[in-house]
């Protein structure tokens, strides 16, 4: 069987460097374009120091120059919408990992974003297959999730679709690669590492997007909040959930086999045996999403836990993941990377 | 003036080599005894390397032979309430680290703990100052306070005494120094680090401390949920606290305004200039509680958080400030430390 | 082509984890057996979270039972040299990861393992591809380098090959899993992290090894130092290796030159482009060795540095290389995994 | 006695805000003066989160409106020579904590920092108390040294001035707080941590501060190399001394004695009591150096380890030190914090 022929668009990031360190090993993927504005003629591993053994180079195409059946497009928000329709209008297919497209409501992208939409006529698919599988086979443009969102959106739908919470507060764990490659004071080590530090505690860009698919799009009536928290940890999201239940009728192995049986047939997101409870570092490297630790106390507070790598679920490995789907191919191609632990 | 004389009695622990640290600078006390059976004889040192200049060694004297007119009790729960009452009948002062004498209600201490209470005529004084300052300087005993309830419940008395909420969530993040000084695998380095993992998600036993304390004893109407989680960090507990009001005509600014006047007293307890947010490591070493990022959102969830240092405020500082109240010495004596930052 | 049948002996710890995390997606293997004593019955996830989805169990089966034509013996020093005999007389091959085959002059082994060997008259491999590997094509039994070893000879070899020095001092610095799956001292995360900690500094049981190999067996005349530090690290061994020039007429590019030459057929040593200074994550979890940062300083010193993954390229994944090669499979088989950055 | 007056100068950075940790408690000194250009009129908490509880702002003075008896200069090198005269020229004393002052060889000093020095003619007393304290005393302009040079004069001074070695190997490890305040990619979390890097291989601008001191200016015939490399640690320099005896007679309990006797009068450079090996942990936050791991091996090969804080005897606090035998202060005023372990 050919090869499809990929680009990836802004290489330069950490969602960049990981879509070359998973599609490289993709069996049915070609890599033709990488490209970097900045970093235009170099060896990526100038940039990427762990893809030494590669032999690619950073390139700064016109759109009509770069050969590819699908684009995986890694440019901030904000440009993303400049450039993704150059490529659609060439017939490839693209997977967005910016904002731009995730939401259904443009008027909240722009509220949020702080910029107006100048393609709203533009319909993506969102991205999460685990609830718009069938909707992304048919795809030309996937809306990438959030790496919040994917962490929250999945430890939520089997109690938002049984109607079992009536509010839900996701305490959030990021590690810091999910603020990019750019240094910053964000990011310095000596008062990053043994730290805490959580920000945009109540107005996080992702909370409409979290919202949005929990809530789907207003028909059902839960209260979602949403706090972040800078933990020193490379990689990873974990969410505790902490849900309050309608009503007290319903126990924790109840809600267990709940999302065991909801979650029974996805390739990647596990709901632990024995309700184990989550590790950060057991989801390392890998586009699993693992879900456990379900518990109820005697308030009615019911705890949920997922984790997530932030840069493969949460990132390029669900964009790749929605590339087989659209493509055809078996969902877990290139994917069956288990975590790094320690 | 002459100084009083002290004894550490389990010292080989993190908290007895803290209470060294900060009491031998201290300047009206004299460190007498410094106990550890397994090390009986042995300099400081060897176990706490960071006292190496300290000319001391751990001793295992009987009680009659304890020189002392403060004792600090750092031996766990259980042997703690077998060793105390022998201090107080020689007229000593006790200040004690462990969970034996924290509860009101001994049923529930025996309940949580898994053993029966030997002393339940003991009578101790809860040492968080912030609440009882008067009841301590005339105690004899005190039972210094759990390291996440000194934090969960500062996080919360403003909200509860002024009847603002009905439900409060607290999301902690401890750091691994909090499970002592013996490896175990919760604490191995491989699997802790860039890591993280939550314990006892619903049924921590400091739990129902912290409800005491918090309810005042059942008197108030609130709900309260605890989990803890552990991050890579060294020292610390960082407590998010997710409250439900009980009605929204209350603004952000209103609820920092109370949280500054409630205390605006407190040597130890800062609520930071503009709200800012806390960070767990602006409090390392020190024995300050940071409080800030007071924060509301669309669905009347509110978040307040505070940032200890466990060992201090949370353990050894806040058993130094208790030992100042009763002997009448300036509250800060032994504990100007700031924090060490980055 | 059928898949040949491979055992894990002792498979509880962190390079049985890996062996299984790495084996699992070889194409040319089937795992038929995972032993462990303790944990016999056990799911593997219970021990190695990152393997729930593996559908897997430690057993503790007879040696006759056990169904492989290839076993990987990762249990320790002293017992792999009662075990192994079994699994050889049985036509099985074997790869050893302790010590106990690894040395040519037994009086060394006994000397500083401190223990007799059982079975001297066995006779092993080194099994380190770059030096050995028309004698692993042929052998029955591995002896699967030390991960310090594997860093200090790969630093050093075109050095001691070409006479160009007289003194190495190899400064070592060393992720913490190391020190295996069992949590000690050592590895206790509150005095681990944030800290440096050397060991042995002068009598480390892989000097004889280092000395063995790089010295030829006696037949170079070169003096080697070698001194191995705890960082806070979860895997890696890096190594500054401080070699003493025989003269002064040697460039920096020369050196750089002979290196590349040396090792430009090998698949998983890569002298790193324009001389870059490795970095200990650009090999996390993947099998190659990064060498760079030749330098020579106005004392005739010079730095050679080497990074591999301490439980890859130093344990887990030399061993499935050197089975690749007595199997006569693509050496990469199963180990294309390029390092997981950041 | 009433209290000396200090100004600092440029206290936005990390070595600002560690003086004013330490000089915030010294008992006979008041800050008068904290400037910061860029952050002129705000709170000193801003930048520095563990002050919040001082009431100092930063201001930015003309040099006649500062008030202060001792002056410190914490301005980049450069800078410093600028600045520096003005002060010494309105009588005041002044340690400056940048390169400029540190050589007595003009033609080093440009060569390595690249610039021309524009006030030669000044002399300056390089602040290493343990060579220099009766120099001291009589100064009025000290150029206190830089960290790494702290660590590695140290460890090196008995062996020199006793002729034992002909050859010193200085492998470095540092914390990234070395790096400074601002951000950039060698600071990056993502990068740092998990890591190792080294960085100026063998043409670090310490390496002939260094040798100056070490060789005594050319009197001694020691060949010295240095190297440093960032571990992912917060604070400390580690350096692992490699030196190569000239002969073999003597022991190691000799040096160690040496070691002992050498520093037996200095208040802040502890020799191990047994002769342990240090850990960087135990000096954090302190001024004190810890040497000890004296080990010698069948090579000649000499090792020696010391341990300091880079920001507090490797900058801030022997900056105070330096001012309290300037001004005939106890030389432990304000510096006999232990360190904060774990």
Same mark, same amino acid.
């Given at each position: 069987m050919s090869k499809i022929k990929v680009g990836i668009l802004g290489a %330069? &990031? =950490?969602? &960049?460097?990981? *879509? *070359? $360190? *998973? *599609? =490289?090993?993709?069996?049915k993927v070609e890599i033709t374009t990488v490209t970097s504005r900045k970093n235009d003629g170099e060896d990526v591993s100038v940039l990427h120091p762990h893809l030494e053994s590669l032999d690619l180079k950073? %390139?700064?195409?016109n759109s009509k120059d770069v050969d590819a059946d699908v684009v995986f497009c890694a440019v901030p928000h904000g440009v993303s919408m400049k450039v993704v329709p150059d490529y659609l209008d060439q017939g490839m297919k693209v997977v967005d990992l910016s904002g731009d497209f995730r939401f259904k409501n443009i008027k909240t992208y722009e509220k949020w974003y702080g910029m107006e939409h100048i393609h709203p006529e533009l319909e993506a698919v969102f991205g999460l297959p685990e609830i718009n599988r069938e909707l992304i086979k048919d795809a030309n443009l996937i809306a990438n999730p959030g790496c919040f969102p994917t &962490?929250? +959106?999945? %430890?939520s739908l089997p109690l938002v679709e049984n109607d079992l919470v009536e $509010? +839900?507060?996701l305490d959030s764990k990021t590690g810091i690669s999910g603020a990019g490659v750019k240094p910053s004071d964000k990011t310095h080590y000596p008062t990053c590492t043994d730290n805490v530090k959580p920000y945009a505690l109540t107005n996080h860009r992702h909370t409409p997007e979290i919202r949005e698919q929990i809530g789907n799009f207003g028909e059902l009536d839960v209260k979602v909040s949403f706090t972040p928290h800078l933990v020193p940890v490379i990689r990873g999201i974990y969410t505790t959930n902490h849900s309050i239940l309608v009503k007290d009728d319903v126990s924790e192995d109840d809600i267990y086999s709940l999302y065991c049986e909801y979650y029974k047939d996805e390739p990647f997101v596990q709901v632990l045996k024995d309700n184990k409870i989550p590790l950060l570092a057991s989801v390392r490297g890998s586009n699993y999403c693992h879900i456990g630790g379900i518990s109820k106390d005697d308030t009615d507070q019911l705890i949920v836990i997922s984790a997530i790598d932030n840069l493969v679920k949460g990132a390029s490995g669900q964009a790749i993941q929605n590339m087989n789907i659209m493509c055809g191919f078996d969902e877990t191609d290139g994917l069956k990377e288990l975590g790094l632990y320690p």
């Open positions: %330069s &990031g =950490y969602t &960049g460097g990981e *879509l *070359l $360190r *998973l *599609l =490289y090993k993709h069996p950073f %390139s700064n195409p &962490g929250a +959106i999945l %430890s $509010r +839900i507060i």
